[in-house]
């Protein structure tokens, strides 16, 4: 069992690395997207030029924006399959989207550029649920959640890695379609990790710590098993375990959170600010994204262009590295608030607020950077503010309210800030055609200050009482 821990572990950061959050290196694919000539059939300069050209820029930007609200609007649902069905289902789900959006790629021309549209969304969902579904080994850690939880979001961060390496291959005279093949067939990757390293329903851990048997050993337990009496048997046994999971957990406060509904859970006010918090977030850092190129153009020579495509996506890339340090900091807190008196989660509120206190701060410098028109002071801030961001609020979700709920929580809270997020298209048209770049930044550091609320509730809800329930 330790050997299946240590396994499920390790590689779950290396498949969210390499097939996770590859949507987020999209300048890279742009730009060799933009060399091969795609969107370019209806521009009047020549097809190296591609970037002098608006309505094939618009193009990109909005293959890059449908694919994120996709991918976040993918959320409830997969969170709800999860919770419903069990991991095995749904990551058969995302894997074969995965599968599937790495094979049109592999097949399209500029003559079929639309098919980009559904291949990144295919690429972008099945990489959010591949997180969504390690995100539950934290399990498997002890004093540590916090630290494997920012860790599986940094490599999601770095996942940009693989568009850059295909542009580094692209570069190197590798043709288009022989790495998206390559790609296609890596993605075969996670097929075997679902039915070999993950649990066939939810990860459970018995009261001395130790997970039940899962991954591989449910495949050999179904191999000796008919297919009618091993169903009858999983489903009495899983929920005879997942009582017993709930039930006994490391603090008392626990019990009674497992209590709690869904609707409590919706109803708190806390949930509500942390909405907000990752739907500004999550604004901020897609538009960043998808202007970067052109905010890039604006201030920058022509010449310079791939140079700093490249150094984009070397700063991304160490975003994975950054990661653990927020999650760190938030278990210190949490270790060092360890007196009696103070109720456990209380003490998890109170890493929690400072955790998101600084990502709250990043995202603000982030704002003053691009508006002084700072590219490289903006690439660091990047670097901490996108590693820090997803994870602060994947982090929140599942220590603020009970795990049962995390699936369905996650989903709506990653559908609503993927619909928020929608506005990055706007915005860029904004830029694009009135020229008001500075004015839609200003904009964005207002928005950015209000979201502020968030962590000073946390700091009202953890400081002001000595016993918080989330629900509150």
């Not at 919706?266 to 538009?287: A, E, Y």
């Not at 950054?322 to 608030?337: E, F, S, T």
Request: with cysteine; aromatic share 14%.
């Amino acid at each position: 069992m330790i050997l299946l821990n240590t396994l499920s572990l390790v590689t779950s950061l290396l498949e969210v690395l390499l097939q996770g959050g590859a949507i987020y290196g999209w300048p890279s694919l742009q730009f060799v997207l933009m060399q091969e000539g795609y969107f370019a059939l209806n521009c009047s300069s020549n097809i190296s030029n591609a970037t002098t050209c608006s309505s094939g820029e618009a193009k990109f930007n909005l293959v890059f924006a449908m694919a994120i609200t996709g991918f976040m609007i993918s959320a409830i649902p997969f969170g709800y399959i999860l919770d419903r069905f069990g991991t095995w289902t749904s990551r058969s789900i995302a894997c074969f989207l995965n599968t599937f959006g790495w094979t049109l790629l592999a097949v399209m021309s500029p003559q079929t550029a639309g098919l980009l549209f559904p291949a990144m969304i295919f690429i972008a969902t099945a990489g959010l649920h591949l997180l969504i579904s390690n995100v539950q080994l934290n399990d498997l850690t002890t004093n540590f959640k916090s630290g494997y939880n920012f860790m599986v979001t940094g490599a999601f961060d770095s996942g940009v890695v693989i568009f850059f390496l295909v542009k580094l291959a692209y570069d190197n005279a590798i043709q288009f379609k022989t790495i998206f093949q390559f790609m296609a067939c890596l993605s075969v990757f996670p097929w075997v990790r679902t039915f070999l390293l993950m649990p066939k329903n939810k990860l459970l851990v018995e009261e001395n710590g130790k997970a039940v048997k899962f991954g591989i050993f449910e495949v050999l337990h179904l191999a000796k098993q008919t297919r009618l009496n091993f169903a009858r048997k999983a489903k009495v046994q899983f929920q005879a375990n997942l009582n017993q999971n709930e039930i006994s957990s490391v603090d008392e406060t626990q019990n009674t959170e497992m209590e709690k509904t869904l609707k409590s859970c919706l109803k708190s006010p806390l949930f509500w600010t942390n909405l907000m918090f990752i739907s500004v977030g999550n604004l901020r850092f897609v538009f960043y994204v998808g202007s970067y190129i052109t905010w890039i153009s604006q201030i920058e020579i022509a010449g310079r262009l791939d140079f700093f495509t490249n150094l984009f996506s070397y700063f991304l890339i160490s975003g994975g590295l950054a990661a653990p340090i927020n999650g760190l900091i938030c278990d210190a807190v949490i270790k060092y608030n360890n007196s009696p008196e103070i109720s456990p989660q209380t003490r998890k509120l109170r890493g929690l607020f400072v955790s998101i206190l600084i990502t709250g701060t990043l995202e603000i410098i982030l704002n003053i950077t691009v508006l002084a028109n700072s590219i490289y002071g903006s690439l660091v801030t990047l670097l901490f503010y996108r590693s820090f961001l997803y994870g602060s609020v994947i982090d929140f979700i599942a220590k603020a309210f009970p795990m049962i709920h995390f699936g369905k929580l996650f989903g709506f809270t990653y559908i609503s800030a993927g619909l928020f997020g929608t506005l990055q298209y706007a915005l860029f048209l904004t830029i694009e055609n009135l020229h008001l770049f500075s004015v839609v930044n200003y904009l964005l550091l207002v928005l950015c200050v209000l979201s502020l609320i968030h962590p000073l509730l946390i700091f009202v809800k953890a400081y002001t009482c000595k016993t918080v329930n989330s629900e509150e």
